[in-house]
């Protein structure tokens, strides 16, 4: 029964990299895309509810890998430390700004939180870029091929932003939705640039030295899948097939590295495998429920006010009172 | 000390924690009071008493965050920096984690979601429910996060092969006395900080003679109750935890002989740890015995028809949760110092469960989380006391009031 920890294990990272990719995309996407008050407070109110229910697909993630794949855990930690420990730092960094934005109401504040954001979803893309690269050619040691992997996966980031933003950055109430149409006009130009970028990176893996790949082949019959989706989002209709093509591109990159390594994936003893079934099995109807709720609710155009964007708030009472209420009683 | 990749990484480790827990208490014990508050409102459909829960909820909120923040780098800082409890104790110290992120965090974090952005779209009684998700996922967390260390305390359930923690009895793991000792004195103890952060800020309020829909009048009772039922059984479930002291863990002996344990034990200058464990002690003890003082003193008011009125009483209780925090704080100081120099009792050292850093790469991990968490933690603070003081108006989840006119879009190119 190897193949149900592995399938729940790709499940959650897949899930993971389809659904984050909205949000993180979205918030590198934020200078170009937002550029007044109004429109950056839309942008994090779209991408902000997302991230709440996205981030628990790596956090589950992490907790598969510690406890029933504790020797890929070794793998992935081991040689990737620094890259790891700039990712940590990075959502970190991109969490507390959307946490903290809306709680204060001043232009510094928000540029601060701002800046955070965009930032944060930068390197954050950036390190999944240089893990997936470190793992698909079997070490971190930089080198052309590194570098042109880790901008190919972070121009699919900015993809699947700019698609997810075609759809949410719409405003409620009828109007001008330039946001809107600038992120829809943008996944043509990116899913070029992502297409440009993977060719690079394909030369680069059959350079000599570049890269040490254990199973070629399956990686690059593996790579024709977020290649076809990539071609299809540059073509003429592009954006009306963004949504789904940008999903199958960046859900299928974590799985060119499966197709690249051997990775250590070996199943977990069947006492550890028993007790994880026994006690997640009988939530996975609530995570489904929870989710698909989540993800239904949040279907309808971002609104502009919410708990991640709220309006002004009115200023401190004062201090104290000077007449008591009577209607306090003891 | 600054060179040493091993004190680094423990105080790093130390830092993350005790920051984690202090939100995490807040939100254990916040959450059965709002759970209990909006079942009310939602069955006698009080909109003053949703009007309360809006207020305690985007407090709730706003403590989550800076525990998201903080746990996540915590689970993330035990794979990188830990990596030699990965290798022994990879699926006896992970599968609890692994529970832990999926059948709790996960789900706990999704219907918080739904618990915010379903406000006012869904049915009241589904709205409730997904508190009710919320809360005892938070619980189950608190579970199986405690199962987890309960491992490296009284290590149970597993044997030892070619040097490797194989699982063998799972009931032995999630049955092992430390954890459900030590889970029972969590919830209890949550009591305590909730009990004390709800008439902290009522009395605030009261204080001030600000009560609106009575919120603070009914908060500061509420909190009075919460104390004096949190206060026995954190000793009790407290004091029989030292049942396991001076005991050997049913594994011992596995990895380690009798003679080679206590040579490890011999040779580790565990002094400081001994000082920091002696001191936490006795906050825990004096702090505890304080705020069982102060329990009763809040009865006794209650009694005497002052505890909404008598402000000479109600300013020094703004200050109440400095004590259950301190306390919890320096309960969980004793009890991790307590088993050094291992981390899993009789098998593995903290030092040989460290991973192979640089002294720069460990200066540097520390320097960045010590700074960022520094600084995140005391914002969320410096928050949490300002919608506090502020009250329902303006609170994160208070309703958004009529849309003012804004300024019309000016795009720049």
Known sequence: ?330 | MLDDPLVLARLQFALTAATHYMFVAFTLGLAPYILVTQFIAVLRRDAARMRAVRFWGGLYLVNYAMGILSGLVMELQLGLNWSGLNEMFGYVFGAPLAVETMAAFFVESTFLGLWIFGWDRMGRWAHWACFLVVTGTAYLSAYWVLVANGVLKWPDGFRIEGGEAVLEDPMALVANPSAVMAFWHVASTALLVGGAVVAAVSAYHLARRNDPDRMFHRGVRAGTVMLILGVMPTVITGGTQFSLFGKEPPTAGLTYTADEIEAIEKASDSSVATAFGAAGDMVMMSAWAMISLAAGLLALVWLLRGLSKWRWFLHPVVFLPLLPYAASIGGWVFRETNRQPWVVRGHLTTADAMTDLSPAMALASFSFFTVAFAVLGGATLWLLARFARRGPEGGPLAPAPAEEAEPAPVRTF
């Not at chain 1, 890259?83 to 959502?91: G, N, P, Q």
């Not at chain 1, 570049?210 to 790579?223: N, S, V």
């Open chain 1, 1 to 330: 029964m190897d193949t149900v920890p592995v399938l729940f294990l790709t499940g959650l990272v897949v899930g993971y990299f389809v659904l984050a990719g909205c949000d993180i995309g979205l918030g590198m996407l934020m200078p170009y895309l937002a550029r007044t008050p109004t429109e950056r407070r839309r942008l994090v109110s779209a991408a902000a509810p997302y991230f709440l229910g996205t981030e628990v697909w790596l956090v589950g993630a992490v907790g598969v890998v510690a406890g029933l794949f504790p020797e890929l855990k070794s793998a992935l930690f081991g040689g990737l430390w620094p890259v790891f420990s700039v990712l940590l730092a990075a959502w970190l960094l991109r969490d507390a700004g959307l946490w903290f934005r809306a709680r204060i109401d001043t232009d510094s504040w928000r540029r601060a939180c701002d800046a955070l954001i965009v930032g944060g979803s930068w390197v954050l893309a950036l390190s999944w870029g240089a893990v997936l690269a470190g793992l698909i050619a079997g070490g971190a040691a930089p080198s052309v091929f590194t570098v042109a992997c880790t901008l190919a996966v972070a121009a699919l980031f900015l993809l699947r932003g700019a698609a997810f933003g075609a759809e949410r950055l719409v405003p409620a109430e009828a109007g001008e939705a330039a946001s809107a149409d600038d992120a829809g006009r943008l996944t043509r130009v990116l899913a070029r640039v992502a297409l440009g970028a993977a060719a690079v990176t394909a030369v680069a893996a059959v350079l000599p030295g570049a890269a040490a790949i254990e199973r070629p082949l399956a990686l690059a019959a593996a790579a024709l899948v977020p290649a076809a989706a990539l071609a299809a989002t540059a073509g003429l209709s592009g954006p009306r097939l963004s949504r789904h093509t940008s999903a199958v591109a960046i859900g299928s990159a974590p799985l060119l590295a499966a197709a690249a390594q051997a990775l250590p994936l070996d199943g977990p003893p069947a006492g550890v495998l028993a007790l994880a079934g026994i006690a997640i099995v009988p939530l996975v109807p609530l995570m489904a429920v929870g989710q698909v709720g989540l993800y239904r609710m949040l279907r309808r155009p971002a609104a502009d006010t919410g708990f991640f964007a709220s309006p002004p708030a009115p200023a401190l009472p004062p201090r104290r009172r000077a007449v008591p209420d009577p209607a306090i009683r003891g």
